[in-house]
């Protein structure tokens, strides 16, 4: 099994898709396999330097999270073997402990992102219009606050190169319409709780994450992609928080806040991450794992 894999590379099937980190392969009409590699992005710009077995890290952390949920909301997950895909043995060590074989679906074109903290684009937005998607917010709050309660704040799905926008829960549902969002806001916001309930236990605070949907062929709606990674959540550890400040993390805060100790301006070339950078985030990605699995 390789630590490094940047970008896949199985010519046994068609590959279909490349995205931040996940590459996506056509396995039949029905189905795709989904390989985590180790690229990584910030502010929606993927970085030259991977991040060793970030990509089998966040395979395993979601497959945990899918299966706890999976009483709440179906995932994507087929039922298909890695056996009935026609691909060589190098392939099968290329993406051991990376894949997924996945249902094909029709992925929405909004994230869903629940927040309990202030921090990241929430907290930007609030100091311009102190609001978050058009939901005023208490004044004189600062970064890192907790909020008075969770809130809902969907964001646009930009293409890979292009930023993600905030947008409001109005915006949504001219997008996917009214009935749709509700529903997709309910089940963010009761996974979330669950989440965070689990997490306070192991001293973790979940300040803020993102979901992913998608719609089966007979209209299900289907939680995809990844689930409560360091990729797409923040989590803070209890025990070091502190109001006002960027709390430590086990997430990729720490490689956003080494881009912007350099003044870089989130436009390309994006910057090499030196090694300290690499081997601390690594770590960090490594601890939640143990926090959860171990």
């Given amino acids: 099994m390789k630590n490094i894999l ?20 056509e396995v039949d009409e029905d189905n795709i396999l989904i390989i985590s590699t180790d690229r990584v992005s910030v502010f ?7 991040i060793p077995k970030k990509g ?7 497959n945990f999270w899918f299966n706890k949920f ?14 009935d895909l026609k691909i060589t043995d190098e392939e ?22 629940v927040r309990s903290y202030l921090i990241g684009s929430g907290y930007s937005d609030y100091l311009s219009k ?16 907790k909020l008075p309660n969770l809130i809902y704040t969907p964001s646009s799905k930009a293409e890979v190169g292009d930023h993600d926008v905030n947008i409001s829960i109005e915006e949504m549902s001219e997008i996917i319409g009214s009935e749709l969002s509700e529903n997709v806001k309910n089940i963010s916001i009761e996974i979330f709780k669950s989440a965070e309930e689990h ?10 994450t993102k979901f992913e949907f998608g719609l089966s062929k007979n209209g299900d709606l289907i939680l995809m992609d990844e689930l409560l990674t360091s990729d797409s959540s923040r989590f803070w550890l209890s025990d070091s928080y502190q109001e006002g400040i960027s709390p430590p993390s086990l997430d990729k805060q720490f490689i956003r806040d080494y881009v912007k100790s350099i003044s870089w301006n989130d436009t390309m070339p994006a910057p090499e991450l030196p090694d300290d950078i690499v081997i601390k985030t690594s770590e960090k990605y490594e601890d939640l794992r143990k926090i959860l699995m171990d």
């Fill in 6 to 25: 940047h970008s896949s590379n199985i010519k046994s099937l068609k590959k279909i898709y490349q995205g931040k980190v996940r590459d996506i392969y």
């Fill in 199 to 208: 997490l306070r236990k192991c001293k973790i605070i979940l300040a803020d």
């Fill in 70 to 83: 999976s009483n709440l909301i179906k995932n994507h997950n087929s039922s298909k073997n890695i056996n």
């Fill in 92 to 113: 099968f060590d290329e993406i051991e402990g990376r894949y997924v074989i996945a249902k094909k679906l029709q992925a929405l074109p909004v994230e869903s992102i």
């Fill in 130 to 145: 102190g609001s978050v998607c058009n939901l005023e917010l208490p004044q004189n709050l600062k970064i890192a606050s």
């Fill in 44 to 50: 929606d710009v993927i970085l030259p330097t991977p």
């Fill in 56 to 62: 089998i890290i966040l395979n395993e952390v979601s």
